[in-house]
């Protein structure tokens, strides 16, 4: 298969890491990059019912509710063992319950922002705007189970949604056009825009997505696709025709990714100082939020044969 790369680490012999090919691989890669998005949700939820103050007042209203119940345990009762366990039962239902009722709404409009984002709705025209953007997939047993996505065309931009926080709800149409997928006219109004701002990011890109099928988790694919996008961004070993070289690249974390910042951090990653980038949005009863991270590209240069090595 064309602009195909091997993995270097972990990864059965076989696999292999290569370009989106839309006419195969559009249904598999918005279904990674959504799932991604998704498991924020069971992963919010169990952090609300693993808080401290929550599990104080889960322990105290549950003993109340044992004494006032009479659910104390019992010489002779054959229930004495169980009976203690139904106050604390019947007390966590509803905690679930209202975590789960509080954050689905969030994550329903997470999604819709995410799928309805121009380069969701035209994948492969998106990451074509640019020589230095790139979807590239890890296939294995000749499926897709992984995708990075690198924009060089709207690096530390939020690109909006075509898709409303709700169902059957519309949201911004024109940001097609503001992407550049409008067509010549949106081309024009770009051209009319570039400025220093847009100079100073021309040698920026930004890691959209990092998605992997749970399966294959833990077996170094992330590792691999975060070095193939960092090789192709930096024109080390380009996927398809070499790009003019990036200095640096930007990643938004995600907050309920495990081992998220840990990965980034081992490549050379640091919280970014700049301020060009738009702030990132607390979600959930936690308000938590994801931070940009950067890597130079003489950093990579100097960590990559080690980090190769050890996937």
Not at 99 to 113: F, G, K
Not at 123 to 142: G, Q, T
Not at 246 to 254: F, P, Q, R, Y
């Amino acid at each position: 298969m064309a602009d195909a790369v091997q993995p270097a680490g972990a990864p059965p012999a076989g696999d292999f890491i290569r370009r989106y090919n839309p006419e195969t691989d559009a249904h598999t890669v918005k279904m990674l990059v959504g799932q991604g998005v998704m498991e924020g949700l069971a992963t919010a939820n169990r952090r609300v019912t693993r808080h401290p103050l929550v599990l104080l007042v889960w322990l105290i209203l549950g003993a109340v509710l044992d004494w006032r119940m009479d659910w104390l345990p019992k010489p002779g009762s054959i229930l004495t063992k169980v009976a203690p366990l139904m106050g604390f039962a019947l007390v966590m239902v509803p905690i679930v319950g209202f975590a789960e009722y509080w954050h689905r709404p969030t994550w329903t409009r997470l999604l819709r922002e995410t799928v309805g984002a121009p380069d969701m709705v035209a994948i492969d025209a998106f990451y074509h705007l640019d020589p230095k953007s790139a979807m590239i997939v890890f296939e294995h047993n000749n499926e897709v189970s992984g995708v990075v996505a690198i924009d060089g065309k709207k690096p530390g931009e939020e690109l909006g949604s075509v898709l409303g926080a709700e169902e059957k709800q519309k949201g911004d149409i024109s940001v097609m056009e503001k992407s550049g997928l409008g067509g010549a006219k949106s081309n024009k109004s770009g051209l009319r825009q570039r400025g220093k701002k847009d100079a100073v990011r021309s040698n920026i890109v930004q890691i959209r997505h990092l998605d992997v099928d749970h399966p294959l988790r833990r077996q170094g694919v992330a590792t691999e696709l975060l070095a193939a996008a960092l090789d192709h961004a930096f024109n080390i070993a380009p996927l398809g025709s070499a790009p003019a070289p990036a200095e640096t690249v930007i990643i938004l974390s995600n907050p309920f990714t495990p081992g998220g910042e840990k990965l980034l951090k081992k490549f050379g990653f640091t919280v970014s100082a700049s301020n060009d980038w738009p702030q990132p949005k607390s979600v959930g009863l936690l308000q938590w939020k994801g931070r940009y991270f950067e890597l130079s590209r003489t950093e990579w240069a100097s960590r990559r044969d080690v980090i190769l090595k050890r996937a």
